[in-house]
């Protein structure tokens, strides 16, 4: 009888403990994960995010389950978060339990040693100098360098019926504005060497950037990677042009060489390629849909035109020369209101990626090691309780600075992008003198929106420019 008792006693002990077990770890009550729904096995919810506009796949989500939901696109489990206190948490108080990811394939295409994909030291290190060669004492030479691109695009515009976008960035254009000024600002004088090379293997890089990741013969990704190798070997005769000359440059690439612990060729080639190729999408984008608001808007653009023109008559009356200044930019607050605006509007960035390096509880929900987790911009620049009446195009809103975290189109914390104020920079010259000099009119009504993946007119806004009489 006593054996009995003793048996039973060990095997109600095995299953309280068998039941504690699973009920704690290591101390802690098991969460849940957050609610939601993960669509059809791999493909997830992938059609639905990309197939209308996200506002209202995001804005679905929230109504049902709230700020924290699950789902799964592209091919991966992921967290959405769409609260200004989630995102803060995620990509600055606790960016450490967040790291950086994006798909394999495009680490290959743009380089594994790139800024994007790494934190800890070395990503703070490329941080910095970045920024050494982007912020704006170090830009202020090469304002008259951007203006007279700036120039130089808007007279090749000039009668002619073009598709904004593609003006803009596209590398196959002569007179892309976006792409020639990341090349200047990343490679200085050097590229204009290897300007038509350059343009040609970014053309098929950019061709093969979401292709299929099959490296054989004859496929766009092949393609790509052998423009990619092409990239490499451009950006090694640079190098070795410039320590054969042993000159002093204040461009990135400068800033790269310069580095007293030493990069080595491969880091320096692969953070070039990468930052080139995303410097043009959303700089493009950005102009293209200033000039859809602007366009739209008539009253702001009048108050652009008669600032801008304001400080030419400036420089005219002061005997000061005609080319544009780092000081000129500064005087341009209505034009840099149209800007923010315009970013919080078209939310370029819809969301952006993170994947959780541990197992982290949020909200009282679970976010399991190897998911990733999508702050969603979109979401929080829309939001009414962030700016009213969100889907109204109103600059004057900036007059006022926004609640703290609802405003982040360039990210947050550590990883937003280091160079947002040459993006700005290239921006404001070009609307001085497109505003002051030029007239545009949109070809088709302009209520439609394409994504790829970023947010864009539909057609990529065909407009009209002509010179003003």
Not at 274 to 299: C, H, M, Q
Not at 307 to 313: D, F, L, S
Not at 326 to 339: E, F, S
Not at 398 to 420: L, R, Y
Request: glycine content about 6%; aromatic content about 10%.
């Amino acid at each position: 009888m006593e054996f009995i008792s003793l048996c039973f006693l060990i095997f109600s002990s095995f299953f309280l403990l068998n039941y504690l077990l699973k009920f704690f770890s290591f101390g802690q009550v098991k969460l849940p994960l957050p609610p939601g729904t993960m669509g059809w096995p791999y493909i997830g919810e992938t059609f639905q995010l990309y197939s209308q506009n996200p506002n209202t796949f995001f804005a679905s989500k929230v109504k049902k389950y709230g700020s924290v939901f699950k789902t799964h696109i592209l091919g991966c489990r992921c967290v959405m978060i769409s609260s200004p206190e989630a995102a803060k948490l995620v990509l600055v108080s606790k960016a450490h339990l967040f790291k950086p990811t994006f798909p394999a394939s495009k680490e290959r295409m743009l380089g594994k040693q790139a800024i994007f994909f790494h934190q800890g030291d070395y990503h703070t290190k490329l941080r910095k100098l970045v920024l050494r060669a982007f912020l704006p004492n170090s830009i202020r030479n090469i304002v008259p360098d951007i203006e007279s691109i700036a120039i130089k695009s808007l007279q090749s515009w000039e009668g002619n019926l073009i598709t904004t976008f593609q003006e803009m960035k596209t590398v196959c254009c002569s007179n892309s504005y976006a792409f020639n000024v990341a090349l200047l600002s990343i490679l200085g004088k050097d590229e204009v060497l290897y300007r038509e090379d350059l343009k040609r293997c970014y053309y098929n890089l950019e061709k093969g950037y979401n292709s299929m990741p099959i490296n054989l013969p004859g496929t766009l990704f092949h393609k790509a990677m052998k423009a990619r190798k092409e990239l490499a070997n451009i950006l090694a005769k640079i190098l070795s042009l410039r320590r054969e000359l042993k000159q002093n440059h204040t461009d990135l690439l400068g800033s790269f060489m310069g580095d007293s612990e030493g990069l080595t060729d491969e880091q320096i080639a692969d953070n070039i390629i990468g930052v080139i190729f995303a410097a043009r999408d959303t700089t493009a984008s950005i102009l293209t849909w200033i000039l859809k608001y602007l366009a739209e808007n008539p009253s702001v653009l009048q108050s652009v035109t008669e600032e801008q023109e304001a400080i030419m008559k400036l420089k005219e009356n002061s005997g000061d020369d005609k080319v544009l200044n780092l000081t000129d930019t500064k005087r341009m607050p209505i034009t840099t209101r149209v800007i923010q605006e315009t970013l919080r509007v078209a939310s370029i960035l819809s969301f952006t990626f993170r994947e959780a390096v541990e197992d982290v509880e949020f909200n009282g929900y679970l976010i399991p090691k190897g998911w990733k987790v999508l702050p969603l911009f979109r979401n929080i620049h829309h939001s009414p309780d962030n700016f009213p009446e969100p889907e109204k195009f109103d600059p004057s809103r900036f007059e006022v600075a926004p609640k703290p975290n609802t405003f982040m189109p360039f990210g947050n914390g550590i990883h937003s992008c280091p160079g947002n104020e040459l993006a700005k920079m290239e921006i404001l010259v070009l609307l001085h003198h497109l505003t002051t000099k030029y007239r545009w009119s949109l070809m088709a009504p302009q209520n439609g929106i394409q994504y790829g993946p970023f947010p864009l007119p539909q057609n990529g806004l065909p407009i009209k420019i002509t010179l003003k009489r």
